[in-house]
């Protein structure tokens, strides 16, 4: 059975940093290329950031490059996102996925899907 659980969320005050965590089970992690995801109060699923199956390759939305770094070890079978300079607008549920994708952008693009965790940045 594949899972997926994040950690590391919390809340931070505008400027502020958070490590998020997403441990997998239960899947062949090293195959899987690994996106994250955050979702607002009464808005879409929208994408974050993303990386390969072999760390090679990684992407980001607009707002979160230069701020944001994906990063993985396949023998933890664990994606990290490090979060830098947080802003209002970053709050929200992040969720980690695992897809079959090189590069995913898209949410229908991944198979398996954590339960989220909440990120709350106060100003």
């Known amino acids: 059975q594949m899972s997926l659980v994040e950690s590391g969320g919390g809340v931070v005050q505008v400027g502020g940093s958070l490590t998020l965590s997403c441990e997998a089970s239960?899947?062949?992690?090293?195959?899987?290329?690994m996106g994250w995801f955050r979702q607002a109060p009464g808005k879409e699923r929208e994408f974050v950031a993303q990386?390969?199956?072999?760390?090679?390759?990684?992407a980001y939305q607009d707002s979160a490059r230069g701020r944001f770094m994906v990063y993985r070890n396949n023998a933890k079978n664990t994606v990290y996102l490090r979060m830098n300079n947080l802003v209002p607008e970053d709050t929200g549920v992040y969720y980690c996925?695992?897809?079959?994708?090189?590069?995913?952008?898209?949410?229908?693009?991944?198979?398996?899907w954590g339960q989220g965790t909440q990120v709350t940045v106060s100003s």
């Open positions: 996925a695992a897809g079959m994708r090189y590069v995913a952008k898209r949410v229908e693009e991944y198979e398996t």
């Open positions: 239960g899947l062949p992690f090293r195959r899987f290329a």
């Open positions: 990386i390969s199956w072999d760390g090679v390759s990684d």
